[in-house]
């Protein structure tokens, strides 16, 4: 099919990208794309199909894309070895620990709006968005209060990384924050080695240590345990993997509420809808817009032939505005329901993180609904997107109110 329009550029013309990918999944589910070398799909039961299937397609490094791809990930592993590093994490995420996490968010999105107090306008990314999420991780890798400035600008140098910016000299400088990290981070780990305390990475290096995880959904059979420094890489992938794609969930998602105003008066008038709204900003802003996968064998999707080492880039954003599975899928409801999105990707490798992202969407947006409830976008300004082929962020978003 000829393509008039990028379905991944990097920028935000929402109404031109529908249009390109209602297109797409109507007359050419599986297309390829010879300008990036890989089949682009759009269609949800296709992208749910490879999911499913890891043995056929990988997740092994497939090359630079975003640092959310990166080589120590547990995203980009397969099979025995993609087990082993997530049982260990899910075992850290008990029940007990996101319900501490989730008294926290509210407060942080609590103290977030109080240093607004006597302000009329502001920046909602950087007042409002970043709070949360790097509030959230900061606690989980143990970050002390007194470090917390350090690690905003770390955990910022970290999301410009991902961003596509290519200016060398800023690259160079965000560069050298992420060792600073990097060396911050593996302190950590041995200090909590050490002494743990009541925080996730305790947990992981207790789990990471005990080797043999026979109790863990999914055992595997592990031969050895996990180095500090591999257990230093999974904090960081949680970093990458919990904080700019937060933060993104919930400038899009009040960006939504914003353009639909009518929804956003239904939510502040009944936050009991909050049951249904935070899935629905997921599916209808899908900040991780896309992700990608290997095929290992010759193989057929769809009547489409793709062959062994072929790229198939799995369009979140498209399945989640598939006809054939969400009724009047072009209109933003929060009461929505069923609503089984796919922004938090499906499958072995289904976010760890799904419901604390989407608590901590609730808790800010419905703390901003309640305290902030005319905040609008500023008189004469637009909202700035991040330049990525995967993430779908906002950069800056200048609010009144
Ligand atoms: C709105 C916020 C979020 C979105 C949209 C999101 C999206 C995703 C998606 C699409 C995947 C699947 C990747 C794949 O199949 O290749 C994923 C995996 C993952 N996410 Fe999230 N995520 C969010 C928040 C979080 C948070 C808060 C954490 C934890 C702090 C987290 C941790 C992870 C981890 C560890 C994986 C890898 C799981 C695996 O490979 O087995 N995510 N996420």
């Keep these: ?67 959310f791809e990166h080589r120590f990930s547990m995203q980009a592993m397969d099979g025995k070895r993609h087990l082993r590093h997530r049982n260990i994490v899910s075992r850290a995420f008990t029940p007990r620990m996101v319900s501490m996490l989730s008294a926290r968010a509210i407060r942080y999105a609590d103290e977030a709006i109080d240093a607004l107090e006597g302000r009329r306008s502001g920046e909602f990314v950087t007042d409002l968005a970043v709070p949360v999420p790097m509030r959230i991780i900061a606690d989980m890798i143990g970050v002390a209060d007194g470090d917390l400035e350090r690690f905003r600008e770390w955990s910022d140098a970290v999301v410009f990384m991902g961003g596509g ?35 996730i990475l305790s947990r992981i290096i207790e789990a990471a240590d005990e080797g043999l995880l026979e109790d863990a959904p999914g055992f595997v059979d592990l031969d050895r345990r996990l180095s500090p420094d591999e257990v230093k890489d999974m904090a960081l992938f949680l970093l990458i993997a919990g904080n700019e794609t937060t933060r993104n969930g919930i400038s899009q998602g009040m960006l939504a509420l914003l353009q639909h105003p009518r929804e956003r008066a239904r939510l502040a008038a009944d936050p009991s809808l909050w049951e249904t709204a935070s899935d629905e900003i997921l599916r209808w802003t899908s900040p991780v817009r896309a992700m990608r996968r290997v095929a290992l064998e010759d193989t057929t999707l ?15 954003a498209s399945a989640n505005r598939d006809e054939t599975v969400f009724p009047d899928s072009q209109s933003f409801r929060v009461d929505r329901s069923p609503n089984e999105h796919l922004a938090l990707g499906f499958g072995p490798h289904y976010c760890l993180g799904a419901n ?44 009144e109110w």
Excluded at 305 to 314: D, L, T
């Design 356 to 399: 604390l992202a989407k608590m901590e969407i609730r808790a800010t947006l419905e703390r901003v609904l309640a305290r902030l409830p005319n905040l609008r976008i500023a008189a004469g300004c637009e909202p700035i997107f991040t330049p990525s082929a995967l993430i779908d962020g906002v950069e800056s978003m200048p609010v």
């Design 302 to 316: 769809s009547g489409q032939k793709i062959r062994a080492g072929e790229s198939v880039v799995m369009v979140y």
């Design 1 to 67: 099919m000829e393509m008039n329009y990028d379905v991944l550029a990097p920028v935000h013309e929402s109404a031109a990208r529908d249009r390109a990918l209602a297109a797409l999944r109507r007359e050419s589910p599986i297309e390829w794309d010879a300008q990036n070398d890989w089949w682009l799909l759009t269609r949800y039961a296709d992208i749910r199909s490879v999911s499913r299937h890891p043995e056929i397609f990988s997740s092994e490094p497939k090359g630079p894309w975003h640092v």
């Design 165 to 199: 910016h290519a200016d060398p000299d800023q690259l160079a400088r965000v560069g050298a924050l992420v060792t600073e990290l990097n060396e911050y981070v593996g302190e950590k780990v041995r200090e909590r080695r050490e002494t743990p305390q009541d925080d």
